[in-house]
C-alpha cells in the first residue's frame, strides 16, 4: 500500500512547527520531482537550497541540517502531504521538474536523486542500522526496508560502480548485523542479504578496487564470526586479480591453521578450496580422521563437484571397504552415479 501519513501522525512525528511550514511549502508547490513508490515516496523540496527527501512509512529522510539528524523536519512534511493527495486522489498528477516533465522522462532524474554520496550514506544507515534485536514482524518490515533502498541503489550501482561500492560494503555491515540480531522466520534478511552482496561482487566487476582492499574486505566479511553467508571468492576473483587472490589465500589459510573449527572460517576455507580446486584441503576439512560414512561421502560428492571424479571414487570405495553396510546406500549410490560418469564418452560430459 502506498504511504499516507494523517495530519495527526503528522502532528505528533514535527510538531506543530515544522507541520505549519511544511503545509505552507507544500501550498506553496515548493515540492518537486515526487516519485511515489508502491511503499515509499521521494522528492526534491524546493527552499533556500533544494533538498532531497526519501519517505518509507517508519522511516523518513532529508538532507536539510534539520533532517539529517533524523527530525521529521518541514520538508518531510510538505513531501508527505502532496504525497498523500496524490495517493486518495490519483488525478492529481505529480509535480515533476519543468525539464523532465516536457522530457516525459523521469529516469533522468533517478540517479540525481541518489548522486550525493553523504546523503546515501545517511539514507543506508538509517534504514539498515538497527540498535537492538528485530522480533517478528519487525525483521519482515526491516527486509522490506532494505529491499526498497536496494531497487533505488541498482540503478546507482550500474550507473557509479566505484561510488556505490563502500556505501553497499557499510550497508553489507548494517545485514550482517541485524541478521546476528534477528529472528528471521521467513529468511527474508538473508534474501536481501544475498541481493545486497550480489550487487557488490558486480560493482568491484564494473570498478575493480586496489586488490589488496578488496582482499581485506572479503576476508574481514567471510571470517566475521557473526557471519552465516559467505560471499563466494568465485565471484570476486576476477575483480581480486592474481595479487588480491593470493594475499586473501593468504589470510583465509592462516586463520584455519589457528581456528579450524569456527564455522565462518571453515565455510571461508571450503569456497576457497571449491575454488583452487584443492582436493586435498577438500579432503582435510570435510573428511577429518575419515572414520564415518557421512565423512567419506561429504568428501566423495566435493571431489566430484570440483570434478575430481577418479579421486572422488576413491574415497567412496574406501569408505565402502570400511563401511561394507553402508546404512543408507549413500555411498553405494554415489559410485553408481560415478562410474556412469567415469565410463561415458568425454564429450557427453557436462561439467558438475
Ligand atoms: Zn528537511
Not at 22 to 34: F, H
Not at 187 to 198: E, F, M, N, P, Q
Not at 255 to 273: C, F, H, S, Y
Not at 313 to 337: N, S
Request: aromatic share 6%; net charge neutral; proline share 6%.
Amino acid at each position: 500500500m502506498p504511504i499516507a501519513y494523517s495530519d495527526a501522525d503528522l502532528l505528533r512525528l514535527a510538531g506543530r512547527g515544522a507541520y505549519e511550514r511544511g503545509r505552507a511549502y507544500a501550498a506553496e508547490g515548493r515540492v518537486e520531482e515526487l516519485d511515489i513508490g508502491e511503499h515509499d515516496a521521494a522528492a526534491r523540496v524546493r527552499g533556500t537550497r533544494s533538498y532531497a527527501v526519501l519517505l518509507t512509512g517508519d522511516h523518513w529522510m532529508c538532507q536539510c541540517p534539520v533532517g539529517v539528524n533524523g527530525e521529521f523536519c518541514k520538508h518531510c512534511v510538505a513531501v508527505a502531504l502532496v504525497a498523500r493527495a496524490y495517493v486518495v486522489s490519483p488525478t492529481v498528477i505529480p509535480p515533476t521538474a519543468p525539464a523532465e516533465a516536457a522530457a516525459g522522462d523521469d529516469s533522468e532524474a533517478e540517479p540525481d536523486r541518489y548522486a550525493d554520496p553523504r546523503l546515501l550514506r545517511q539514507l543506508v544507515n538509517q534504514l539498515a542500522g538497527v540498535r537492538g534485536p528485530l522480533h517478528d514482524w519487525e525483521a519482515v518490515d526491516y527486509a522490506q526496508n532494505v529491499g526498497l533502498l536496494l531497487d533505488r541503489l541498482n540503478a546507482a550501482a550500474t550507473d557509479r560502480p566505484a561510488e556505490l561500492r563502500p556505501v553497499l560494503e557499510r550497508l553489507l555491515t548494517h545485514i550482517v548485523n541485524a541478521l546476528a540480531q534477528a529472528d528471521d522466520w521467513t529468511g527474508a534478511i538473508a534474501d536481501v542479504l544475498r541481493r545486497a552482496l550480489a550487487l557488490h561482487a558486480a560493482a568491484c566487476r564494473a570498478a575493480p578496487p586496489r586488490p589488496e582492499r578488496l582482499a581485506r574486505w572479503l576476508a574481514r566479511f567471510n571470517l566475521d564470526p557473526r557471519n552465516r553467508f559467505t560471499a563466494s571468492v568465485t565471484d570476486y576473483a576476477v575483480a581480486l586479480g592474481e595479487r588480491g587472490l593470493a594475499s586473501y589465500r593468504r589470510e583465509v589459510i592462516h586463520r584455519w591453521e589457528t581456528e579450524p573449527d569456527q564455522a565462518a572460517v571453515r565455510r571461508a576455507r571450503d569456497d576457497l578450496a571449491r575454488f583452487d580446486r584443492d582436493a586435498a584441503a577438500l579432503v582435510k576439512l570435510r573428511g577429518k580422521e575419515l572414520s564415518t560414512v557421512s565423512q567419506f561421502h561429504a568428501v566423495a560428492t566435493a571431489l566430484a563437484d570440483i570434478g575430481e571424479w577418479e579421486l572422488a571414487i576413491e574415497y567412496a570405495e574406501r569408505g565402502l571397504r570400511k563401511h561394507p553396510d553402508d546404512p543408507l546406500g549413500r555411498l553405494r549410490r554415489f559410485l553408481v552415479e560415478a562410474y556412469l560418469h567415469r565410463d561415458r564418452p568425454k564429450q557427453d560430459r557436462t561439467p558438475a
